[in-house]
């Protein structure tokens, strides 16, 4: 990355993960032995902090598990009792058995800690299987219930371990001065619970400059104190220092408002006179008074009184009138329907009713009538319009009518006659004058009531009511059940 760096200037996740350990980790002392899943990196960290380890490179772990092994691995004979962490690492050489023993250890109460979980890892331009890959076989062994603890970048783990690693440097410095005994060390400019990945910062950048301004220490809030800085300086301050030239010396004199004593950068600004003295503490107070809500001053809104509220205005206008529907009708004979009906009981014994050949012909009518003029185009089909596919796309669509049928007789029904008239008086008076016969009543088969086979073309009439714009939609539907029932209702008996 074209970044000037030392070894003893990087926070590896391996060196993260023994400092946890060998800090912060509260394990019984007859259970600090860590059982390695990995590399001699994640070893070599462990000796400098002077943790117990077991496995990892032990070349007798490199072969093929054998029955014995299960039988004393199930046992707890190849077990060291000793074993209170499983750190899993990227690891060349993982076995069957090295998995056995940490899934094991895991199954007895060993905490499961991970170096990294990242799947992949960038290589010669493309990716290959990262530590992720190690400690996955073991998450899925423990049925998903026992995650690991990343002690890599940027997880709260590794801040705890940064933050756990006592510094040695001077308050003028904000890194790079090596620990003794050396280790690989963090550059400390790397702000303790703020960064979010791993980075190496050049030593000029930390080391401030000799340069002095010619600047005088001004009024602060009572909230900054002057204070000599025991932790690390934020990267930011450390660059404002180094642009405006401030001594080393003079960073102790600055008084500081940040957690914990740390130096802000607003401390800085305002120690040069560029803003407010009172800026960061004003600031720091207003955010701790958002972060919590402030109900005190909620009062209930007083009910609104009843007559106040106007009556809402009648409209003069009527109502604007509905549109009814309009109703398309076709006669349709049944006769070939019933020739073919007969035929088929002749020859197969079987009655097919009316209903089943009105019903088929139905449906084969619904089939891609055209479209009506109140059709809404669909996103799909504005899309194809847009691309110029609209002329390709059909005009169709299925269709969802049920006729009503009406059957009315070509000849009167018999009709039940009624109470005879009286004569009037008046008729009788008249010479010569016969009273008239009242007329008969016209029998009419009721509404849905199909008349008889042989009687006639105009006899039953096939309807749909349509809202206004379907009308041809409807049209087209009904001469395609009367072309059906009346020309071919033979295919519709399969």
């Known amino acids: 990355m074209g970044i000037p760096a030392e070894v003893d200037e990087v926070f590896s996740s391996a060196y993260s993960a023994a400092v946890y350990v060998s800090r912060i980790l509260s394990l019984p002392d007859d259970r600090r032995t860590v059982f390695v899943l990995g590399e001699s990196g994640i070893e070599q960290e462990l000796d400098s902090e002077s943790v117990r380890h077991i496995g990892g490179t032990d070349p007798a772990l490199n072969r093929t598990i054998t029955s014995a092994d299960y039988n004393s691995i199930a046992s707890g004979e190849a ?67 026992k995650q690991p603890l990343s002690l890599g970048k940027p997880s709260q783990a590794m801040m705890d371990a940064i933050e756990a690693e006592p510094p040695q440097y001077s ?9 003794t005994p050396p280790s690989p060390n963090f550059i400390r400019l790397l702000l303790l619970g703020n960064m979010a990945s791993l980075m190496s910062v050049p030593k000029e950048l930390a080391r401030l400059s000799s340069r002095s301004v010619g600047c005088t220490a001004r009024g602060f809030s009572r909230s900054a104190v002057h204070t000599k800085q025991s932790y690390p300086l934020y990267p930011s301050v450390a660059q404002l220092l180094h642009e405006k030239g401030i001594q080393s010396s003079e960073v102790d004199k600055i008084p500081a408002s940040g957690p914990k004593g740390r130096l802000l950068k607003g401390d800085v600004l305002a120690y040069l006179g560029s803003i407010s003295s009172s800026y960061s503490s004003d600031q720091s107070a207003r955010i701790s008074k958002l972060a919590h809500l402030d109900l005190s001053n909620v009062q209930i809104a007083a009910p609104k009184d009843p007559k106040e509220s106007p009556a809402p205005a009648i409209s003069s206008q009527p109502a604007p009138e509905t549109e009814r529907d ?59 319009q847009v691309l110029g596919l609209d002329g390709v796309s059909p005009k169709t669509s299925q269709g969802s009518f049920t006729p009503q049928i009406l059957a009315l007789p070509s000849k009167p029904l018999p009709s039940t006659p009624g109470p005879a008239k009286k004569q009037d008086v008046i008729d009788i008076l008249v010479a010569g004058h016969s009273s008239k016969e009242p007329p008969k009543n016209v029998g009419v088969l009721p509404s849905g009531i199909m008349a ?24 087209v539907f009904l001469e395609r059940v009367k072309t059906t029932l009346q020309v071919e209702p033979g295919s519709l008996v399969l």
């Open 452 to 475: 008889e086979p042989d009687a006639g073309a105009t006899t039953n009439v096939f309807s749909v009511s349509v809202p206004k714009g379907q009308e041809k939609r409807a049209k």
């Open 326 to 384: 309009t109703e398309v009708a076709v006669p349709i004979s049944l006769k070939a329907v019933v020739e073919v009906q007969q035929r088929i009981r002749a020859a197969l014994d079987v009655t097919l009713p009316l209903s089943t050949f009105i019903a088929r012909a139905t449906n084969v009518a619904n089939a891609d009538l055209p479209r009506s003029t109140t059709h809404k185009l669909s996103a799909d089909e504005l899309f194809d």
């Open 79 to 145: 077990l060291d009792p000793s074993v209170g962490v499983v750190l899993v690492g990227l690891d060349f050489h993982l076995n069957y058995l090295r998995l056995s023993l940490a899934y094991h250890y895991l199954r007895r109460g060993a905490v499961f800690l991970a170096t990294n979980i990242d799947v992949t890892l960038p290589s010669a331009g493309t990716l290959f299987p990262g530590a992720g890959v190690v400690s996955a076989p073991l998450v899925a062994m423990l049925g998903g219930e």
């Open 171 to 179: 308050a003028s410095q904000s890194a790079v001065d090596q620990r």
